[in-house]
């Protein structure tokens, strides 16, 4: 009898634990990480032309919230700035990356105006 009841639990816990591992193979997604830090005011163009992300497969419900997926195009980002310094092994936000603001008076970028 006791030979009857394990074998049951064996047959029952198999098919089940198959199902959690494919199941949990449905729940990883590809995701752009930083692979070194990136300054804030980097360009997309130039980290993504500089190899400085890299993609990653992480668990679904670990992903941090906009993360951008690999899946996804990073046209998100291009032509946007990095708005905050972005360490390495961060994965790629789409909400830190922003349209270059125009150039203050006074800033490297633009001259200031004469006199």
Known sequence: MKRWIALSFILVLAPLSACTATH??????????????????????????????????????????????????????????????IPKGSEILGQEFAAPSPATPGSPNRPSPSR
């Open 24 to 85: 949990d193979k449905k729940l990883i997604v590809i995701v752009y990480v930083a692979k070194v830090n990136i300054p804030r005011g980097t360009t997309a163009d130039k980290v993504i032309a500089d190899g400085m992300i890299e993609i990653v497969t992480v668990g679904q419900h670990s992903t941090a919230p906009g993360a951008i997926r690999a899946i996804n195009s990073l046209s998100e980002i291009q032509g946007k700035v990095a708005v905050q310094t």
